[in-house]
């Protein structure tokens, strides 16, 4: 019998996916999968040793769950876990292998995770004796995007440190494991102070209920990428305006929703970090999820300028960011007509991926090649700005919104974002990118 480090109640997070997966058994929600390739110096014994590194250094990475016959689900997090990745060499395919990839990446996805087991896989194609694919098949309840990028920087610098490219390797191991930051979080849970906020918020919270569509969804993406040119101005307007990217972004998907509706009063979910500045120094480096997706109301007239509604946005993200420690099966029940917002879900990716992750001109180097997520929402628009990605991404349900309609958002941000550029020196109001957007 395998030691165990601790056992914990779930988070408020990680009750909502496991409630969500339960309720949709036949469902893939929640699942998700991120390709890798590693070109340069290849060693696949190094590739495992520095898996199995990163899964020593993350205690949440030996987590499994468990719920049967408890009153309660638990979180187990295990002493010591050894890594089991899948290695399939298909070096003999040369001309076959991007099929044989694309294969083999359905084949990982179908297969899905048991979370009661092992909510994260890793497989690894050999393309070649300087090419390999790391597939990383896992179930978001696990940990979040900032968690991945934690991972991946860990992954890649232990590699490059076995393989000599690397003279001194510096562990930056964080001083608080995921275990004990569960407990010290179930804690502010237990506030009715959250509760009270959250009856006031959204006791005029009104319309239609959202028709929920259980089993499985056709989910499909849209990118559209932002020019760098316009990119560089806006961010210039929002270091001009004392805003960052992400209130900016949250306004004009506002503005997007009201050209759509008519109106000047928008809920919408947003996606907080969930990693307190207060306490960065030790979650920093930590892995696990930590996020919470929040509603967000903003409202605004045809005076309104943006000046005013950037200082309303982070006044009321400030108060939502005091209350967040709240599920999402609670906010439904303080309101359920939230049901419609929270099926759109904003995220801006702005997570720590280190510079050494993006050069490319190493001895080895690694680079994200695919990427997907299957979320219970129906739509998530998402927005990122790293080194060479700069692009708004829409993941949909494609019965619920078509190609075109989707297309259409889209360039409705980059038309926003072109109106900001062109117009960066002047006063603007919300009424002006209304009416640039329509």
């Not at 929600?29 to 060693?43: A, S, V």
């Not at 009661?116 to 090419?131: H, W, Y």
């Not at 191991?173 to 569960?182: P, R």
């Amino acid at each position: 019998m395998q030691a165990i480090q601790s056992i914990s109640r779930l988070l408020p997070i990680q009750k909502s996916i496991l409630y969500t997966m339960l309720r949709n058994k036949d469902s893939d929600f929640y699942l998700e999968q991120c390709c890798y390739r590693l070109k340069g110096k290849i060693d696949i014994e190094k590739v495992e040793h520095a898996w199995q590194y990163v899964v020593n250094k993350h205690d949440a990475l030996r987590g499994y769950f468990v719920w049967h016959k408890l009153r309660e689900p638990v979180f187990v997090i295990l002493k010591e876990k050894k890594i089991k990745c899948i290695i399939c060499d298909i070096r003999q395919s040369e001309d076959m292998q991007e099929d044989k990839c694309r294969h083999e990446r359905i084949q990982e996805w179908n297969k899905g995770v048991d979370i009661t087991v092992d909510p994260m896989r890793i497989t690894i194609l050999i393309l070649s004796d300087t090419e390999c694919e790391m597939i990383i098949t896992l179930n978001h309840i696990l940990f979040d995007g900032w968690s991945n990028a934690i991972i991946m920087n860990d992954f890649y610098r232990y590699y490059l440190y076995l393989m000599g490219e690397a003279i001194i390797f510096h562990d930056k191991t964080t001083s608080v494991n995921y275990s004990n930051y569960i407990k010290h979080e179930l804690k502010r849970t237990d506030n009715p102070q959250c509760i009270d906020f959250w009856k006031r918020y959204l006791s005029d919270l009104s319309g239609k209920d959202y028709p929920s569509i259980y089993g499985k969804k056709q989910m499909e993406e849209e990118k559209l990428k932002i020019p760098e040119e316009v990119l560089n101005k806006v961010n210039k307007y929002c270091k001009l305006h004392s805003v960052s990217f992400a209130n900016l972004f949250y306004l004009l998907w506002a503005f997007i929703e009201s050209t759509e509706g008519g109106c000047k009063d928008v809920w919408e979910a947003v996606t907080l970090s969930g990693r307190d500045m207060n306490d960065m120094d030790c979650l920093n480096g930590l892995v696990g999820v930590f996020i919470k997706t929040m509603p967000l109301r903003i409202r605004w007239d045809s005076q309104s300028s943006m000046e005013s509604l950037f200082i309303k946005i982070k006044k009321e993200l400030w108060e939502i960011d005091k209350h967040k420690y709240i599920s999402g099966l609670e906010l439904f029940n303080l309101n359920p007509k939230l049901n419609a917002a929270m099926n759109k879900i904003l995220v801006v990716q702005n997570y720590p991926v280190d510079s050494i992750l993006v050069y490319k001109e190493r001895v080895v180097s690694i680079e994200l090649v695919s990427s997907f997520y299957k979320p219970d929402a129906d739509l998530i628009v998402s927005n990122s700005t790293f080194r060479d990605s700069n692009y708004i991404k829409l993941l949909y349900n494609n019965k619920i919104y078509t190609a075109n309609h989707i297309n259409k958002i889209g360039n409705k941000f980059l038309q926003a974002f072109q109106y900001l550029a062109d117009n960066s020196d002047k006063q603007i109001t919300a009424e002006m990118i209304c009416n640039c957007i329509k």
